[in-house]
């Protein structure tokens, strides 16, 4: 059971002793160093926080660091500690008293209104948490628990620190979409209406999908480029990345801006699992060691000398792959401190994020079973259900297994006792509200998900003969 940080040990007694809350997993202690990026002007709750005053009855009157030290022997700066950073996560530590204890934390995330922060802790706690921010810059929070309100005045200090797990959003659909369709080799992108990916033998191709009602039709069909298996797609406004693959080959990575259908070659050579940021290309090469280049294709720089597989970064800080070395389990790559740690004690892959938990597939005594690691706390569970097939698509709180039939995520680990009448054998390769695109007996259709009936074929299986004997 979770630790949690609650007000009414502090607010009711006056006993100020540390409140207990969950150690930081391995993975999860950050280091100092920063990645520059451009980036818009952050919120102004953004930033590292050091406690300055503390009113454990809501009266109004902080009592000053002076006061708090004489009464419990320890600076009030090391008692609480706050940190939070642009992308709505932040983190409340409780400093211990003991030198031989660690200190606890409470992750969190934020949303504005009108110059009050609202604090969600989800299922850490039952406390209400707010802030807001004065006119000296000086944050105040405060925590209600059964009707009794506490306040800690605070001073920004710094920056967040970016090589921390806790700057990453875990509750991301868009993001566990993005990782699901890459693990799914990222065949297809479907964006504004749109779909790419290849289409109808060795062509890239941009395909406008109607809908009216429960009937999809075909609009506007362009072809990108002819003779193109592409793999991993990913598009960044206007641009299309890809692996360009030609004979069962993959002969680089390249560029296509699908506003002109001007196409460029940005990396050559045998190249796999290519994966984009805000900032830059992740890619392994021939020999399956990770690598990075900006958007243009230069300045590649090596990550890291594992042979690694199911190469995704979670951020330009933080990397998931499986590590060949490590009996092929799941590790967490910290670029900027480069420690590596264990998400998966069993041989593993296709890893996806979703609500918090790095769901993948762990292989144990030759079969296969859903597993999930909680991010937050390092906690791993494997669920009931043997899968015919080792990969799986999530989105909106459903998990798509290729066993051909998806439950609601909350049922993960209960697939047994969840299972449909009857199923086909399918691959997800994406799903979105309109729509979803999967691998059948013969070939890759996109499906009206309010009517199975209606599809609109996307490729055969004999176009894909090719790549699938690779």
């Known amino acids: 059971m979770k630790k949690i940080i609650t007000a009414s040990a502090l607010a009711l007694t006056m006993i100020l002793s540390p409140l207990a809350g969950m150690a930081l997993p391995a993975y999860a202690a ?11 002007t952050p919120a102004a709750i953004t930033g590292t926080w050091e406690c300055i005053g503390a009113d454990f009855f809501g009266s109004g009157e ?11 022997e320890m600076p009030l700066a090391n008692y609480m500690s706050l940190q939070f950073w642009d992308n709505s996560q932040g983190l409340i530590v409780m400093g211990s008293e003991f030198e031989d ?8 995330t934020w949303t504005e209104s009108k110059g009050t922060y609202t604090l ?20 105040t929070l405060k925590i209600t628990e059964s009707g009794d309100t506490m306040a800690m005045l605070f001073k920004r200090t710094g920056d967040p620190d970016e090589t921390s797990i806790f700057s990453l959003n875990f509750n991301d659909q868009e993001a566990t979409q993005r990782m699901s369709a890459f693990m799914q080799f990222g065949r297809y992108v479907i964006k504004d209406g749109i779909v790419y990916g290849c289409y109808y033998g060795d062509r890239l191709a941009q395909v406008e999908i109607k809908k009216s009602g429960k009937t999809l039709t075909k609009g506007e069909e362009s072809i990108l480029a002819e003779d193109e298996n592409a793999l991993y797609l990913s598009l960044q406004g206007d641009l299309l990345y890809y692996i360009s693959r030609t004979d069962g080959q993959a002969t680089g990575i390249h560029c ?13 050579g045998q190249v796999d699992y290519l994966a984009v940021t805000d900032n830059y290309l992740y890619y392994t090469d021939e020999n399956y060691q990770i690598f990075r280049a900006g958007l243009d294709g230069k300045k590649a720089e090596q990550i890291c000398e594992d042979e690694a597989y199911y190469v995704y970064p979670l951020s330009d800080n933080f990397i998931v792959y499986q590590d060949d070395a490590q009996n092929e389990t799941l590790v967490l790559y910290n670029i900027a401190t480069q420690e590596k740690s264990a998400i998966s004690p069993e041989h593993s892959h296709h890893p996806v994020i979703a609500d918090g938990f790095l769901y993948y597939i762990t292989k144990i005594d030759g079969e296969y079973y859903l597993s999930r690691t909680d991010m937050m706390t390092g906690d791993m569970e494997t669920g009931d259900y043997v899968l015919s097939y080792a990969s799986f698509f999530i989105y909106d709180g459903e998990i798509y297994l290729d066993d051909g039939f998806h439950v609601s995520l909350d049922k993960w680990d209960k697939i047994s006792d969840n299972l449909p009448a009857a199923w086909l054998s399918t691959s997800y390769c994406w799903v979105d509200d309109d729509c979803y695109i999967e691998e059948g007996i013969s070939a890759y259709n996109l499906y009206n998900r309010e009517d199975a009936d209606n599809y609109i074929a996307m490729m055969t299986n004999e176009d894909w003969e090719e790549f699938s004997d690779d």
């Open 30 to 40: 950050g280091g100092s160093q920063t990645q520059e990026t451009e980036a818009e």
């Open 101 to 108: 204890e660690e200190d606890s934390y409470m992750p969190v």
């Open 120 to 139: 969600d802790p989800g299922e850490w706690s039952d406390d209400k948490y707010s802030a807001a921010i004065d006119d000296d810059g000086q944050l």
């Open 256 to 268: 296509l801006d699908t506003a002109t259908g001007k196409d460029q070659e940005l990396i050559a």
């Open 62 to 72: 902080y009592m000053d660091a002076k006061e708090f030290e004489e009464m419990m």
